[in-house]
């Protein structure tokens, strides 16, 4: 409801008790004017629910809206007939109350509607349970069987119900229901011989004759045309288009529910039988005979009626036109007349219709009784429905109109007992003070009806029964005697105001009823008082073959009993007492209906006819009563929860006593100390100000709640988004994974088998041939050739060489050598000329010297060069060298050492070998000492030690050079290399192994030279004592 009551500006308020001006009916009907235009037909006043008629379907009774309304608080969803369904349901089920629904209302303002609603309400909220699903479908077919033969088309709704009803509901200990009970009240039985114009008869009538195939119908005696039957055609014979009167249609829903009701085919027939034979009943009509006696006229009717009942045709005939009484022992039968026949027929059309219909209420409740269900006070597990007629007003209202408004009497009697006392128990159970409310209480006016010796049906039951000439008019003529001082009966008398005289007629009188006045005629009170069947009548039915008609009319009734039954409107008190028992026994809700207006149209609210079934159903007095008090009431729990919002301390969750989160709230929103009352469960707020006040907080904050509410939302979708990726992403991962696993597993098998495979060859790499140790050879000369070419040695003067396996030593011996040779090639490569030049020089030197000379290898490492005089001879020699008589390309030139021939004295000389001549310069003077043709040489000796001693043999014939010269040379090897070059003549090298050789002279005489090998590293040149030139020789 709090859900509506900002809406309120639309929709109107949900619940009248929230209207300002509650005393106000225009206030009232306006608020459900609004609420209509908008389609809302249902309002609350309190817990009592309010419903308009829209007189169109509206989307609001599907499963889903069952669901909606499932297991919620009363309040929380705007009012709704499955809301009040489900409350009553729920306290039965829950607390094991017994619960009833009362529904009231004028024709046409839905209260059979809302009854089925009810029974949809219950059959769906109560589960799907196998065992008692047969059971549900019968209590929800029970409604067209009934309605076909308890409803009719009338001006004011065309499916009316002319019967009221009461039906419990029995429900398991599993709370499913497993059986009912239907009890009914006064069926409107006049309109089986008469309807006003444009009514019609019971809907089954039509039914048949649409709906039965040929062959029943000709077994029935019938043609398909309702014009042929006057007890039908009296009203409006036209077919209809509404679809509630699809007659064809209809006629197989109610067979079907026939059989899932379990009614016997045979009866089924045998019903049958009796509808069309009081359609045959309706076309017998009568003649005057001999002394005005009636007699029948012998038509079809009267055949296809004997015929169809099984009743010998000469007896119906007698029992239409005589009547027996029995006095006082003797039975004396009489001849009636024309008038006297027809009132017969109808009385026996009536009472067939009548019995047959409680016989079918009884047969259905036979099908879906339970063993719970058969004792009706006994169990708590009972949820009533009563669908009965509410207040009627017409311009001429009779008989039923005081039958019908005395049963809303005692409702209203009921009512006042149950409501006021139920809103002052509550008050009392919560703790709150509370001033008893003032009402009208109308047992005043249910005493005035049904008091015992004093009350009009008293009154009415003396008159049928007291012997002389009752008629209706002495009946009213008793009354205005006996009630005369009454406040609530009004009667036209020369006494009475000329208002009251102007207003009631003669043969009126009128009721001022808690809802309002009503005027009633006398006309016809006494007979359908008595209700009387003559015995003919009776007799001819109990000789019927039709069993039902037979059970219906037993022979006892005329034979055995003399007492008079009690009268109609006896019977219906009693019952009625009998239903405000069963409905005082168990906790009751409220449906009010109200029809909008009169045409049956859904855009139409009549205000007048509003106001008036208001005041007719109380409906003010009831709100009233309810504002009394507080105008609202909510658990602690439920009003914490929706406004929980609007204070700090009780947002997002209040964790103490709701009852204290309740107060922090009334105390925030400065709540005066006179609006509110806290009880033991509930708060209690007085005027409807303080609850939209409330509300209008609540809305304002709502913005702020619903950001909280997305923002949380949107949070929780993300979320859920991120862990449904996070979980695919994992999957992903672990396949992934696997797949990576797989392979690595793949590989390090293939590693192993590889390894494995590598060791096997490796222990058999020595044995024969096979594929694993030819494998590892292979990879053996591989890693070998490998670790080779990284570290292949990158000049030839490196020796370095990685030691090869067993396999590759040959290969490497090969391979060295061809490094070797590639390396010595490549440096050959890069050799320049000049280098290669020296080189050649050395190899020279290498060819003459190497292994004859002992100083030999001191001359490698360093190279040749052409010019070893010192530094201070250099500038001279130059220019020696420059100067015309030199001549010559200088080959190689020299400082070193002369020995004299005599005496062997050491002198400074420089040698330049030129490429014709060798010339000897002193060092101190620079002058040319000797220059000697090379080609006159024939040779120059050298020791084999390492001593630099050259000795240079001169022809004898250059006399002039006193014979062969003993030089000391610093760079022997070099010197004389140069000397073959320049020569070209290796054979000019002369190396003695002798210690001692001679040396020539001048004039034929030879001195000599006496090698020796010495211990020092320098070599010394002396003159030994012997006189010989003595060389002792360097290490
Ligand atoms: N809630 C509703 N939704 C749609 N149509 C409805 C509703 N209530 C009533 N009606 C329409 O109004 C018609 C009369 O309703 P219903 O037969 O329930 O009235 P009633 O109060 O039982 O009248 P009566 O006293 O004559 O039996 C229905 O046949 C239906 O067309
Ligand atoms: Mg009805």
């Not at 009509?285 to 009626?305: I, L, Q, R």
């Not at 929103?669 to 509930?682: E, H, P």
């Not at 290399?977 to 040396?999: E, V």
């Amino acid at each position: 409801m709090e859900r509506e009551i900002y809406d309120r500006d639309r929709a109107g308020v949900s619940d009248a008790v929230l209207l300002e001006d509650y005393t106000s009916d225009d206030v009232f009907i306006a608020n459900l004017q609004k609420r209509f235009h908008e389609n809302i037909i249902y309002t609350y006043i309190g817990q009592v629910l309010v419903s308009v008629n829209p007189y169109k379907e509206l989307p609001i009774y599907s499963e889903q809206d069952i669901q909606t309304y499932r297991k919620k608080y009363f309040f929380e969803n705007p009012p709704h007939v499955f809301a009040t369904s489900d409350n009553a349901f729920r306290l039965l089920i829950e607390e094991n109350r017994s619960q009833c629904i009362l529904i009231s209302g004028e024709s046409g303002s839905g209260k059979t509607e809302n009854s089925k609603k009810i029974l949809q309400y219950i059959a769906a909220a109560s589960g799907h349970v196998e065992s008692v699903e047969s059971v549900k479908d019968k209590l929800l077919q029970t409604n067209p069987i009934l309605e076909a033969f308890g409803n009719a088309k009338t001006n004011r709704n065309n499916n009316s119900s002319r019967f009221g009803k009461y039906m419990d509901i029995n429900f398991n200990w599993q709370g499913v229901p497993d059986g009912g009970d239907i009890l009914n009240y006064l069926l409107e039985k006049s309109r089986i011989v008469h309807q006003n114009a444009n009514e019609r008869n019971f809907h089954i009538f039509y039914q048949l004759l649409s709906g039965g195939d040929e062959q029943l119908l000709e077994k029935l005696h019938l043609k398909r045309n309702f014009a042929d039957y006057s007890y039908i055609s009296g009203g409006d014979i036209l077919p209809s288009t509404d679809k509630n009167l699809d007659d064809a249609n209809n006629f197989k829903v109610v067979m079907n529910a026939m059989n899932t009701i379990e009614i016997p085919k045979e009866e089924q027939d045998e019903l049958l039988d009796i509808v069309a034979s009081v359609l045959h009943l309706g076309n017998i009509t009568f003649g005057v005979g001999e002394k005005g006696h009636s007699t029948v006229y012998e038509n079809e009717a009267v055949h296809a009626f004997a015929n169809i009942l099984g009743i010998e045709f000469d007896q119906v005939k007698k029992c239409l036109t005589h009547r027996t009484i029995d006095a006082h022992g003797d039975l004396v039968t009489s001849p009636l007349n024309r008038d006297q026949s027809f009132y017969a027929r109808d009385a026996l059309a009536k009472a067939m219709y009548a019995r047959v219909f409680d016989w079918l209420v009884e047969t259905i409740n036979k099908s879906i009784h339970t063993p719970t269900s058969t004792s009706r006070v006994k169990t708590n597990h009972v949820l009533g429905v009563l669908d009965i007629y509410g207040f009627e007003v017409f311009e001429t209202n009779t008989y039923e109109q005081l039958c019908i408004n005395f049963c809303n009497e005692k409702l209203q009697q009921l009512f006042i007992e149950l409501t006021l006392k139920q809103e002052q128990e509550e008050y009392l159970k919560e703790g709150i003070e509370w001033t008893p409310v003032e009402y009208f209480n109308n047992k005043i006016i249910c005493d005035l009806i049904e008091e015992k010796h004093v009350g009009i049906i008293s009154l009415l039951d003396e008159e049928c029964l007291r012997p002389g000439d009752a008629t209706d008019l002495t009946f009213l003529e008793k009354m205005n005697e006996r009630l005369a001082s009454h406040p609530h009966y009004i009667f036209n008398s020369s006494r009475a105001s000329l208002v009251i005289q102007k207003l009631v007629h003669r043969d009126e009188f009128q009721l001022r009823h808690y809802a309002g006045d009503v005027k009633y005629n006398v006309d016809g009170f006494l007979d359908k008082n008595s209700d009387l069947l003559f015995r003919d009548l009776k007799e001819a039915m109990s000789a019927s073959k039709n069993s039902i008609i037979k059970l219906l009319f037993p022979s006892s009734e005329f034979l055995l009993s003399r007492k008079r039954p009690d009268t109609a409107i006896t019977q219906f008190k009693n019952s009625l007492n009998n239903l405000m028992q069963i409905l005082a026994s168990k906790e009751p809700s409220y449906i009010r209906c109200i029809k909008p207006n009169q045409l049956q149209t859904s855009d139409n609210f009549d205000f007048e006819l509003v106001r008036h079934q208001v005041k007719y159903l109380g409906l003010m007095e009831n709100l009233r009563v309810r504002r009394a008090g507080f105008a609202y009431r909510r658990t602690y729990d439920a009003f914490l929860e929706r406004y929980k919002c609007l204070s700090k301390q009780t947002w997002p969750n209040f964790k103490g006593n709701p009852r204290d989160g309740v107060q922090i709230i009334a105390n925030e929103l400065n709540y005066g100390a006179d609006d509110y009352r806290m009880g033991k469960t509930k708060v209690f707020i007085r005027l409807p100000q303080t609850l939209f006040m409330t509300e209008d907080a609540f809305q304002l904050k709502k913005n702020y709640v619903a950001s909280i509410i997305q923002a949380r939302w949107k949070g929780k979708i993300q979320r859920r988004k991120y862990l449904e990726l996070r979980e695919s992403v994992i999957i992903t991962q672990s396949y992934c994974r696997r797949v990576l696993a797989k392979r690595r597993l793949a590989e390090r098998k293939g590693a192993v088998e590889r390894i494995r495979f590598f060791i096997k060859g490796f222990i058999t790499r020595n044995q024969a041939p096979n594929e694993c140790n030819a494998k590892f050879i292979q990879l053996v000369k591989q890693m070998w050739l490998i670790r080779l070419s990284k570290s292949l040695p990158n000049s030839f003067m490196n020796h370095s060489w990685p030691k090869p396996s067993a396999h590759c030593e040959e290969a490497s011996e090969h391979l060295k050598k061809m490094h070797l040779l590639y390396l010595a090639k490549r440096y050959r490569d890069r050799l320049t000329p000049e280098r290669k030049a020296a080189f050649d020089m050395k190899v020279l030197a290498e060819s003459v010297f190497k292994g004859a000379k002992r100083s030999y290898p001191k001359s490698i490492p360093h190279w040749f060069i052409n010019d070893r005089v010192v530094d201070h001879h250099q500038a001279q020699i130059k220019s020696f060298i420059k100067s015309p008589t030199f001549g010559e390309r200088v080959i190689y030139q020299t400082s070193c050492m002369k020995y004299d021939r005599r005496g062997y004295k050491p002198r400074e000389r420089i040698l330049i070998i030129g490429d014709k001549s060798l010339f000897l310069i002193d060092a101190k003077t620079y002058k040319q000492k000797h220059r000697i043709s090379l080609n006159k040489i024939p040779n120059i000796v050298l020791t084999k030690e390492g001593d630099n001693l050259l000795l240079v043999r001169i022809p004898l014939e250059l006399k002039k050079d006193k014979g062969d010269l003993i030089l000391d040379v610093p760079y022997i090897i070099e010197c004389c290399t140069w000397w073959i070059k320049a020569t070209n003549n290796i054979n000019i090298i002369q190396i003695t192994d002798s210690a001692t050789f001679s040396h020539n002279m001048t004039s034929g005489k030879s001195g000599v030279i006496q090698v020796e090998l010495g211990t020092a590293s320098i070599t010394t040149i002396t003159k030994a004592k012997s006189g010989n030139l003595l060389v002792i020789a360097a290490q």
